[in-house]
């Protein structure tokens, strides 16, 4: 099996205002119960949700995806980074 970098997928639930251009470029940003994005907990290795942001850890090859997406968010409320910068395994 292939190995993949780690990256994670923040959206910055305060700068989120719901306009789903996100949705359109990557298919596991969902909608969640507050009408802001959300991120699949089926897609992630792991996901972190506090009221402020939603975290996800992922390890394959669809980076670009959400790249894409957080470049379509007109509020800017997505970050993608390498998982090594955003967090410190124990
Ligand atoms: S495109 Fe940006 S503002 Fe719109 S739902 Fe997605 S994260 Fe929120």
Do not use: K, W
């Not at 940003?29 to 009221?51: C, H, K, N, Q, Y």
């Not at 090859?61 to 800017?76: F, M, N, S, W």
Request: net charge negative; glycine share 4%; proline share 4%.
């Amino acid at each position: 099996m292939t190995e993949h970098a780690r990256y994670t997928v923040t959206v910055d639930r305060d700068a989120c205002d719901g306009v789903f251009a996100c949705l359109v470029r990557d298919p596991r940003f969902v909608e969640d119960d507050d009408g802001l994005a959300g991120i699949d907990p089926e897609a992630a290795a792991s996901l972190e949700r506090t009221d402020a942001t939603v975290t996800a850890t992922f390890a394959d090859d669809r980076r670009g995806d959400a790249e894409q997406a957080a470049a379509a968010c007109p509020l800017d409320a997505i970050a993608v980074r390498d998982a090594a910068d955003a967090e410190v395994e124990p």
